[in-house]
Every structure is written in C-alpha cells, then in structure tokens.
C-alpha cells in the first residue's frame, strides 16, 4: 500500500508542475533516455554507456563540484539535451 500513496502522491505533484507550466507557457519537452545519449553521446549511444561515463562528462563540462551520483548526472544531461533541442543549438 505504501507503493501506491508515493505513486499517487508523484503523480499528483507531475500533474501540478505540468499545470503550472502550461499556465506560464512554458514548453515542456519529455526526453527518453535514448534520445538524449544519442544528443550528447553521438559515437556511443548505441553502446550500453556505463554510469561512470555519464558522470565523467559531467564532471568535464561543469568541473569536479558536479557529485559522483549518477541520478545527478542524468538529470544534467537530460537538462542539456532539452535545451538544446528547445533553444536548437548545441551547448
């Protein structure tokens, strides 16, 4: 049962940030996993990346205050790939 409230309670804070963007009109773009390693991992994307790889690139582009945690370096690169898919240059 404890699956089902945090279940609920996700989708309900989606369903909140979402209204809220759409309110602003602010676009929101939702980026699979594979379309974002293609974007910035052109040569490897068809390879199974390993996490360390990930956060490497991370850490390169934004220095080494970017934390060890792949979550976080996930999350920067869909942040990155959505950009640049909205703004259509690259970063």
């Known amino acids: ?4 409230v945090s279940m609920f309670t996700f989708g ?5 940030i979402v209204g809220c963007c759409e ?26 990346l390993q996490k360390s790889d990930i956060i ?4 390169t582009r934004f220095g080494s205050k970017i934390p060890k945690h792949d979550g976080i370096a996930d999350a920067i690169c869909i942040a990155l790939c959505g950009i640049e898919k909205i703004c259509n240059k690259k970063i």
């Open 56 to 59: 490497a690139y991370c850490q």
């Open 23 to 48: 309110t602003l009109e602010i676009p929101i773009l939702f980026i699979q996993p594979t379309i974002w390693k293609k974007v910035l991992f052109p040569e490897k994307w068809k390879e199974k």
């Open 1 to 4: 049962s404890q699956g089902v």
């Open 12 to 16: 309900y804070s989606f369903g909140g």
